[in-house]
């Protein structure tokens, strides 16, 4: 009679200088069915029964990182079990073991349909496809690190996606959902893709559509930064991709989703990925000048500034102003400019037909034009002149207000 138990879960310490699990003894006989063993480095893994290191392992074999072991291993009563690695990676801590339990009241009794040798199957589980057995024009998902040729270099294990087939038995792309196989490094960076492959035995190639990450920045758990890539071909083994629909700045560019600061829009195939608005009074100030001229105020929380991601003839910078002023000659008129990188533009403007003194507002909208304006960083700036007349235009301190906003737009 078999009771299940509860799975029991160990780290390694340092026992003898290597890497060891104990299971400590219960006061009845015990079966083990099933062990999951981990390593932070490639190393050979021992069980041992009643003694540590006494004897032959009751189960051995080499680990590659992760590795399970399977059969029934019978555990008498008040013996200890072992699981011992030949390498510890930069803690002992990094090994370890998960065991399946199930009571028995007789450990070494015949019982119908099972195996009762001593000895245990410690073959590599590297793959499991659901359902089992699928035939090749049924749909199935596969799960491991038995991995197609071409991605065993870049990648540790992956989940696969496989379609049903209607022509073309295994030449229909398949998508995963893969981990990267690197260093984790200072960081502890773990990386994972989205992608397409096939493999068909003839030709093996792939192409990865997504990629986040995440780091754990101070080692803590406190700190985590993660980011988010989407491209058509962020990496290309052995594939050419044509009809690309994502993309942002050509065909091969990048664009980092976790780099955004502010919501985004769409337009057409393109993406304004920027946007950025300031408000605030004028600190009172005039203007006689024909020329622009910066006009004084303060701008709410700075003066507008856009991190432009497409490069020059893709996209452009556009902006809406709105303001108010006062003149003191009816023959007067003022125009309205704002500056993007040593350039004004003209905005918006007021005829010289003034009443004098008297509050006047006026708003407009421009954009950039001629796909000059390069992928950088820009800040815009509201300027004035004196279009007509003699006269001065006027703003006043906390009387007369400015608001803008600029953000980036396809070409």
């Given at each position: 009679m078999r009771t299940?138990?509860?799975?029991?879960?160990?780290?390694?310490?340092?026992?003898?200088?290597?890497?060891?699990?104990?299971?400590?003894?219960?006061?009845?006989?015990?079966?083990?069915?099933?062990?999951?063993?981990?390593?932070?480095?490639?190393s050979a893994v021992a069980c041992y029964r009643g003694i540590?290191?006494?004897?032959?392992?009751?189960?051995?074999?080499?680990?590659?990182?992760?590795?399970?072991?399977?059969?029934?291993?019978?555990?008498?009563?008040?013996?200890?079990?072992?699981?011992?690695?030949?390498?510890?990676?930069?803690?002992?801590?990094?090994?370890?073991?998960?065991?399946q339990w199930e009571r028995d009241d007789n450990p070494f009794e015949l019982e119908a349909g099972r195996d009762t040798g001593q000895e245990w199957a410690t073959e590599f589980v590297t793959s499991l496809q659901v359902p089992t057995g699928t035939p090749l024009n049924d749909p199935s998902i596969v799960i491991g690190s038995d991995l197609p040729p071409c991605m065993q270099a870049n990648y540790a294990s992956a989940v696969m996606f496989r379609p049903r087939y209607s022509q073309a038995p295994d030449s229909a792309p398949?998508?995963?959902?893969?981990?990267?196989?690197?260093?984790?490094?200072?960081?502890?960076?773990?990386?994972?893709?989205?992608?397409?492959?096939?493999?068909?035995?003839?030709?093996?190639?792939?192409?990865?559509?997504?990629?986040?990450?995440?780091?754990?920045?101070?080692?803590?758990?406190?700190?985590?930064?993660?980011?988010?890539?989407?491209?058509?071909?962020?990496?290309?083994?052995?594939?050419?991709?044509?009809?690309?629909?994502?993309?942002?700045?050509?065909?091969?560019?990048?664009?980092?989703?976790?780099?955004?600061?502010?919501r985004f829009f769409a337009y057409g195939d393109q993406l304004s990925l920027r946007t950025d608005n300031a408000w605030g009074n004028?600190?009172?100030?005039?203007?006689?000048?024909?020329?622009?001229?910066?006009?004084?105020?303060?701008?709410?929380?700075?003066?507008?500034?856009?991190?432009?991601?497409?490069?020059?003839?893709?996209?452009?910078?556009?902006?809406?102003?709105?303001?108010?002023?006062?003149?003191?000659?009816?023959?007067t008129g003022p125009e309205f400019a704002v500056n993007i990188n040593g350039v004004d533009h003209l905005i918006c403007k007021h005829p010289p037909t003034n009443p004098i003194t008297q509050r006047l507002a006026v708003s407009g909208v421009v954009r950039t034009t001629g796909g000059t304006l390069a992928a950088g960083n820009y800040t815009i700036t509201p300027r004035w002149r004196r279009s007509n007349g003699g006269g001065t235009v006027l703003m006043n301190a906390g009387d007369d207000y400015i608001s803008m906003s600029a953000r980036e737009v396809p070409a």
């Open positions: 299940a138990e509860r799975d029991e879960y160990q780290v390694g310490s340092l026992v003898g200088g290597l890497p060891t699990c104990t299971f400590s003894p219960k006061s009845y006989h015990r079966v083990i069915t099933n062990i999951v063993v981990t390593n932070s480095v490639t540590l290191g006494g004897g032959v392992p009751v189960a051995q074999n080499l680990l590659g990182i992760n590795n399970t072991l399977r059969g029934d291993i019978k555990i008498p009563a008040g013996q200890a079990f072992y699981v011992q690695w030949s390498a510890a990676g930069t803690s002992p801590q990094f090994a370890t073991a998960r065991v398949i998508f995963f959902i893969a981990q990267r196989n690197q260093p984790v490094g200072a960081n502890y960076v773990n990386v994972v893709d989205h992608g397409w492959v096939i493999d068909n035995g003839v030709m093996c190639g792939y192409v990865v559509q997504r990629r986040v990450a995440a780091s754990n920045q101070n080692g803590l758990g406190t700190n985590f930064v993660m980011t988010d890539k989407w491209a058509p071909n962020i990496d290309v083994n052995n594939i050419t991709v044509t009809g690309n629909q994502v993309q942002f700045d050509g065909v091969t560019d990048i664009f980092l989703l976790s780099s955004l600061n502010t004028s600190t009172g100030s005039t203007t006689t000048s024909v020329a622009y001229a910066n006009i004084p105020w303060t701008p709410i929380p700075s003066l507008p500034s856009i991190a432009k991601i497409g490069s020059a003839g893709n996209t452009e910078i556009e902006v809406t102003m709105h303001i108010t002023f006062y003149v003191d000659d009816g023959a």
